[in-house]
C-alpha cells in the first residue's frame, strides 16, 4: 500500500542523511585481486559491496520472499506485515544506493533505478510477492555475473598461469626449499623432473627437457641446456636444471601475459557500448509508455509495463560472451593485448604481411651446393656440417639438419676457433677447414673463384646467402641457404580468401626478385620490396587512404611504427618478448597456423553480440501485446524477463561450453558425446 511505500523511502533518506552526517563514504575503494597474477595495487576498482555483503542479501531475499508469499496468498497480520516491511527495506538500502550513485555520478535514469521505482510501485500497488521476487532476482542475478565473470577470467589466464608455491634454492651446495615470494634476482633455483619452472632466468647448470606449450604453444618439448633460457610457468619433463633467476613475481614472462590478460578482459566493444546507450536511452519512453498504461490498463497493467525494461540484459550477456570468446582465443596460444582488436578485425579487408620471419622460418633450407674442382658435393657439406656441428645459429643448424638428412657421416673436429659473425676455422684430419661468409673468407686472405663470383651474383639477386667452404685456404665449394616458407602458409592464404580478404600484400626490406617470386607463389595481390622499417608505416597510411582496413602482421617490436599505424596488428614473435611487443595480438606458439582461427573468432563473438541484443528484446514485445491486450500482470512480465535473461546467459556461454565439450572428446572420444 502507498503508506508502506511511503515508509520505505522515509527510512531510506533517513539513512542516507545520517551517513552524510556522520560522513561515511557509500562506495569502498578496493583491489581487484582475483589472480594471482593481477595488476599491481595501483589499479582499483570501485566496489560498492564485497561479496559477502552480496552473498547475505541474497540469503536475505530469499527470506523476504517466503514472508511475502505467507502474507499476499496465505496470511496477513501486523506481525507478519511489519516484519514484511523491515526485511523489505534492510534489502532495500543497498539496492536503492547503486540506482542512486548511478543517477547522481552519471547523471542518467539507469535500468536500475526504473527497478527501483518499480518496487516502490508494486508495494504501493499491494504485489507484495512481485517486489520481493524483483529483489531477489536483482541479488541472484549479480552472483550469477559475479560467479560467471571470475570463472571466465580465472579459465582466461590459468591458460597460462601454473606457479608453484615453495622452490628450492641452492645455497653454499646446499638446498633449501623457501616461499616463491621470497626469492630474489642472482638465487640459483633447482628444478627437477616434474615441476613447474617458478622463475624467468637462465641456466647455469645442468639439462633437461621443457614443455613450453602452455605459454608459447610448441607442440614439441623443448631441449634446455647451460646458457639456455627458461620461463615460470613452464613445465620439466625429463632432467634437472640450476636457473640463475632473472625476473621473479611480476616481472615474469607468465606475470605480464597475467597483467595484460586482467587489462583485456575488461573492455567493451563499440557494438556492446552502442546496445548499452540504446538501453540506457529506452529508460524515459518506459516511463512514458508506464504512463500510457496507466490511463489504459490501470496500475496493475502500468507496473508490468515498467518491468519491460531490457538494460540489464544487454549488459550482462554482453560482457559474458567476450569474456569466452577472449577464453576460446587463449586456448588456441592467441593472446588478445587489446580487446577492441576483436572487433575491429571483423573489417579488415586488406592484410599486409612482413616477409622476414612471418612468411617464412627461423631456420632457412638448403639450396644448391656449388662446387670448384677437388670435392664432390657431399663432400663440401660433410665438410661444413662438421665444423658447424656445435653451433647454435640458425644457419648452421640447416647445414647440419641437411647431412643428417642425406646420412652423411661427420667427422671429429679436432680443434675449433670460432669468429662471432664471420665464420668458423677447425682441423679434421689435417686439413684446415674453414667455412663461412665472403668477408670471412677476405680476412682469411682467400681467392675467390670465378664459379663461385657468378653464384654469389645469382644468389643475391634471389634474396639468398651463401656460405663458403675453404679446405687448405683455397675454397673449394659453397653452399646457398635459401628462406624457407612456413609449411601452413599456403593454406592460410586460401581460407583469408574464404574469409573475405579481398588485398594480401608482402613488405619487405629484400631485393625485388625474391619478394616478387613470393609473392606470385603465395598468390598475392600485390607486393613492396626494398622498404626500410620506418617505411612499412607509409605503406599502411597510403593503402588507409585508399579506403582499405589494414592488419599489419609482422615483428611487434621492430615493426612498431607500422603496427601502431594499422587498424589491427598481429605479432608472430611469441612470448619471450611480450612486455615490449606493441602487436594489440600475439600468437605465442610463433605460427601463422592460428590466423584463420583469430578471423572466426572475432566473426563469432560479432554474431553473439548480435544474437544476444535480438534476444534482449524478444520479451518485450511479447509483454507489451500480454500488458495492453492479455491482462499480464506484474508477475507474468517478471517470468517472461527472466527467460530471456537465461537464454542470453547461455547463448553467451556457449562458445566456451562448446570448445570445453571438444576438448574433453579429444582427451576420450569414447566417454563424451555431444
Same mark, same amino acid.
Request: glycine share 6%; hydrophobic share 40%; charged share 20%.
Given at each position: 500500500?502507498?503508506?508502506?511505500?511511503?515508509?520505505?523511502?522515509?527510512?531510506?533518506?533517513?539513512?542516507?542523511?545520517?551517513?552524510?552526517?556522520?560522513?561515511?563514504?557509500?562506495?569502498?575503494?578496493?583491489?581487484?585481486?582475483?589472480?594471482?597474477?593481477?595488476?599491481?595495487?595501483?589499479?582499483?576498482?570501485?566496489?560498492?559491496?564485497?561479496?559477502?555483503?552480496?552473498?547475505?542479501?541474497?540469503?536475505?531475499?530469499?527470506?523476504?520472499?517466503?514472508?511475502?508469499?505467507?502474507?499476499?496468498?496465505?496470511?496477513?497480520?501486523?506481525?507478519?506485515?511489519?516484519?514484511?516491511?523491515?526485511?523489505?527495506?534492510?534489502?532495500?538500502?543497498?539496492?536503492?544506493?547503486?540506482?542512486?550513485?548511478?543517477?547522481?555520478?552519471?547523471?542518467?535514469?539507469?535500468?536500475?533505478?526504473?527497478?527501483?521505482?518499480?518496487?516502490?510501485?508494486?508495494?504501493?500497488?499491494? &504485489?507484495? #510477492? %512481485? @517486489?520481493?521476487? !524483483?529483489?531477489?532476482?536483482?541479488?541472484?542475478?549479480?552472483?550469477? +555475473? /559475479?560467479?560467471?565473470?571470475?570463472?571466465?577470467?580465472?579459465?582466461?589466464?590459468?591458460?597460462?598461469?601454473?606457479?608453484?608455491?615453495?622452490?628450492?634454492?641452492?645455497?653454499?651446495?646446499?638446498?633449501?626449499?623457501?616461499?616463491?615470494?621470497?626469492?630474489?634476482?642472482?638465487?640459483?633455483?633447482?628444478?627437477?623432473?616434474?615441476?613447474?619452472?617458478?622463475?624467468?632466468?637462465?641456466?647455469?647448470?645442468?639439462?633437461?627437457?621443457?614443455?613450453?606449450?602452455?605459454?608459447?604453444?610448441?607442440?614439441?618439448?623443448?631441449?634446455?641446456?647451460?646458457?639456455? &633460457?627458461? #620461463? %615460470? @610457468?613452464?613445465? !620439466?619433463?625429463?632432467?634437472?636444471?640450476?636457473?640463475?633467476?632473472? +625476473? /621473479?613475481?611480476?616481472?615474469?614472462?607468465?606475470?605480464?601475459?597475467?597483467?595484460?590478460?586482467?587489462?583485456?578482459?575488461?573492455?567493451?566493444?563499440?557494438?556492446?557500448?552502442?546496445?548499452?546507450?540504446?538501453?540506457?536511452?529506452?529508460?524515459?519512453?518506459?516511463?512514458?509508455?508506464?504512463?500510457?498504461?496507466?490511463?489504459?490498463?490501470?496500475?496493475?497493467?502500468?507496473?508490468?509495463?515498467?518491468?519491460?525494461?531490457?538494460?540489464?540484459?544487454?549488459?550482462?550477456?554482453?560482457?559474458?560472451?567476450?569474456?569466452?570468446?577472449?577464453?576460446?582465443?587463449?586456448?588456441?596460444?592467441?593472446?588478445?593485448?587489446?580487446?577492441?582488436?576483436?572487433?575491429?578485425?571483423?573489417?579488415?579487408?586488406?592484410?599486409?604481411?612482413?616477409?622476414?620471419?612471418?612468411?617464412?622460418?627461423?631456420?632457412?633450407?638448403?639450396?644448391?651446393?656449388?662446387?670448384?674442382?677437388?670435392?664432390?658435393?657431399?663432400?663440401?657439406?660433410?665438410?661444413?656440417?662438421?665444423?658447424?656441428?656445435?653451433?647454435?645459429?640458425?644457419?648452421?643448424?640447416?647445414?647440419?639438419?641437411?647431412?643428417?638428412?642425406?646420412?652423411?657421416?661427420?667427422?671429429?673436429?679436432?680443434?675449433?676457433?670460432?669468429?662471432?659473425?664471420?665464420?668458423?676455422?677447425?682441423?679434421?684430419?689435417?686439413?684446415?677447414?674453414?667455412?663461412?661468409?665472403?668477408?670471412?673468407?677476405?680476412?682469411?686472405?682467400?681467392?675467390?673463384?670465378?664459379?663461385?663470383?657468378?653464384?654469389?651474383?645469382?644468389?643475391?639477386?634471389?634474396?639468398?646467402?651463401?656460405?663458403?667452404?675453404?679446405?687448405?685456404?683455397?675454397?673449394?665449394?659453397?653452399?646457398?641457404?635459401?628462406?624457407?616458407?612456413?609449411?601452413?602458409?599456403?593454406?592460410?592464404?586460401?581460407?583469408?580468401?574464404?574469409?573475405?580478404?579481398?588485398?594480401?600484400?608482402?613488405?619487405?626490406?629484400?631485393?625485388?626478385?625474391?619478394?616478387?617470386?613470393?609473392?606470385?607463389?603465395?598468390?598475392?595481390?600485390?607486393?613492396?620490396?626494398?622498404?626500410?622499417?620506418?617505411?612499412?608505416?607509409?605503406?599502411?597510411?597510403?593503402?588507409?587512404?585508399?579506403?582499405?582496413?589494414?592488419?599489419?602482421?609482422?615483428?611487434?617490436?621492430?615493426?612498431?611504427?607500422?603496427?601502431?599505424?594499422?587498424?589491427?596488428?598481429?605479432?608472430?614473435?611469441?612470448?619471450?618478448?611480450?612486455?615490449?611487443?606493441?602487436?594489440?595480438?600475439?600468437?605465442?606458439?610463433?605460427?601463422?597456423?592460428?590466423?584463420?582461427?583469430?578471423?572466426?573468432?572475432?566473426?563469432?563473438?560479432?554474431?553473439?553480440?548480435?544474437?544476444?541484443?535480438?534476444?534482449?528484446?524478444?520479451?518485450?514485445?511479447?509483454?507489451?501485446?500480454?500488458?495492453?491486450?492479455?491482462?499480464?500482470?506484474?508477475?507474468?512480465?517478471?517470468?517472461?524477463?527472466?527467460?530471456?535473461?537465461?537464454?542470453?546467459?547461455?547463448?553467451?556461454?556457449?562458445?566456451?561450453?562448446?570448445?570445453?565439450?571438444?576438448?574433453?572428446?579429444?582427451?576420450?572420444?569414447?566417454?563424451?558425446?555431444?
Amino acid at each position: 500500500m502507498l503508506i508502506e511505500a511511503g515508509v520505505l523511502i522515509t527510512i531510506y533518506s533517513g539513512i542516507r542523511l545520517f551517513e552524510k552526517l556522520r560522513n561515511k563514504p557509500t562506495v569502498d575503494i578496493k583491489p581487484d585481486k582475483s589472480s594471482a597474477l593481477s595488476v599491481d595495487n595501483s589499479e582499483q576498482k570501485l566496489v560498492i559491496h564485497n561479496k559477502d555483503d552480496k552473498q547475505h542479501q541474497l540469503k536475505t531475499s530469499y527470506v523476504s520472499l517466503g514472508v511475502s508469499t505467507i502474507r499476499q496468498f496465505f496470511y496477513s497480520s501486523p506481525l507478519v506485515i511489519f516484519l514484511n516491511l523491515s526485511i523489505y527495506a534492510y534489502n532495500f538500502v543497498p539496492y536503492m544506493k547503486e540506482a542512486e550513485t548511478t543517477l547522481l555520478q552519471e547523471k542518467k535514469l539507469s535500468g536500475q533505478m526504473i527497478d527501483t521505482i518499480l518496487v516502490i510501485i508494486a508495494i504501493a500497488t499491494n &504485489q507484495y #510477492f %512481485a @517486489a520481493s521476487f !524483483i529483489n531477489m532476482i536483482y541479488y541472484l542475478s549479480d552472483k550469477i +555475473k /559475479a560467479k560467471t565473470q571470475d570463472k571466465s577470467k580465472d579459465m582466461l589466464i590459468n591458460v597460462f598461469e601454473q606457479q608453484p608455491r615453495n622452490v628450492w634454492i641452492s645455497k653454499d651446495n646446499v638446498e633449501v626449499e623457501i616461499p616463491l615470494e621470497a626469492v630474489h634476482i642472482n638465487d640459483i633455483v633447482v628444478v627437477n623432473t616434474g615441476e613447474v619452472v617458478p622463475v624467468d632466468g637462465l641456466i647455469i647448470k645442468g639439462m633437461a627437457t621443457i614443455d613450453q606449450h602452455a605459454l608459447t604453444g610448441e607442440s614439441q618439448p623443448a631441449e634446455k641446456s647451460v646458457g639456455d &633460457q627458461v #620461463f %615460470a @610457468a613452464t613445465t !620439466i619433463m625429463t632432467g634437472k636444471i640450476h636457473v640463475k633467476i632473472e +625476473k /621473479a613475481g611480476i616481472d615474469t614472462t607468465i606475470a605480464q601475459i597475467g597483467q595484460i590478460l586482467n587489462r583485456t578482459t575488461d573492455f567493451k566493444t563499440i557494438a556492446q557500448l552502442k546496445a548499452e546507450q540504446w538501453a540506457d536511452k529506452s529508460a524515459w519512453p518506459m516511463l512514458g509508455l508506464t504512463g500510457l498504461a496507466l490511463l489504459v490498463v490501470g496500475p496493475v497493467g502500468a507496473t508490468a509495463t515498467l518491468n519491460t525494461n531490457f538494460g540489464y540484459r544487454i549488459k550482462l550477456s554482453g560482457p559474458l560472451g567476450t569474456l569466452n570468446y577472449l577464453n576460446l582465443a587463449s586456448h588456441h596460444s592467441i593472446l588478445i593485448k587489446d580487446g577492441r582488436s576483436l572487433e575491429l578485425l571483423t573489417g579488415i579487408d586488406t592484410i599486409l604481411f612482413d616477409k622476414t620471419g612471418t612468411l617464412t622460418q627461423e631456420q632457412p633450407e638448403v639450396g644448391k651446393i656449388i662446387i670448384c674442382d677437388s670435392y664432390e658435393a657431399d663432400e663440401i657439406l660433410m665438410y661444413a656440417a662438421a665444423a658447424e656441428r656445435k653451433l647454435a645459429h640458425p644457419i648452421a643448424k640447416t647445414i647440419v639438419q641437411k647431412a643428417n638428412n642425406s646420412n652423411l657421416s661427420l667427422p671429429e673436429v679436432e680443434d675449433t676457433n670460432y669468429q662471432i659473425g664471420y665464420g668458423i676455422i677447425v682441423n679434421i684430419k689435417n686439413l684446415v677447414i674453414k667455412v663461412g661468409s665472403l668477408r670471412f673468407m677476405t680476412m682469411e686472405n682467400i681467392t675467390i673463384p670465378k664459379n663461385i663470383e657468378k653464384a654469389m651474383a645469382h644468389t643475391h639477386s634471389q634474396g639468398y646467402s651463401l656460405v663458403m667452404v675453404a679446405i687448405n685456404n683455397k675454397i673449394e665449394g659453397a653452399i646457398e641457404i635459401q628462406p624457407t616458407l612456413r609449411p601452413e602458409i599456403k593454406s592460410i592464404i586460401n581460407g583469408l580468401r574464404q574469409r573475405g580478404i579481398k588485398y594480401l600484400a608482402i613488405v619487405s626490406g629484400d631485393h625485388k626478385q625474391p619478394t616478387k617470386k613470393m609473392a606470385e607463389e603465395l598468390g598475392m595481390d600485390n607486393y613492396f620490396c626494398d622498404i626500410l622499417p620506418e617505411d612499412k608505416a607509409k605503406i599502411v597510411e597510403k593503402l588507409q587512404q585508399e579506403g582499405k582496413s589494414v592488419c599489419f602482421i609482422g615483428d611487434g617490436v621492430n615493426d612498431a611504427v607500422a603496427m601502431k599505424k594499422a587498424n589491427v596488428s598481429i605479432s608472430i614473435r611469441g612470448a619471450t618478448s611480450i612486455a615490449i611487443d606493441l602487436a594489440q595480438v600475439v600468437f605465442m606458439d610463433g605460427s601463422l597456423s592460428n590466423l584463420c582461427k583469430l578471423f572466426d573468432i572475432a566473426n563469432g563473438l560479432d554474431s553473439q553480440l548480435r544474437k544476444s541484443f535480438i534476444i534482449s528484446l524478444i520479451p518485450l514485445p511479447i509483454n507489451f501485446i500480454g500488458i495492453f491486450f492479455l491482462h499480464f500482470s506484474l508477475l507474468s512480465t517478471i517470468v517472461i524477463n527472466q527467460m530471456g535473461f537465461w537464454s542470453g546467459i547461455g547463448d553467451a556461454m556457449l562458445p566456451s561450453e562448446k570448445h570445453y565439450l571438444t576438448d574433453l572428446q579429444d582427451k576420450n572420444p569414447n566417454q563424451y558425446k555431444i
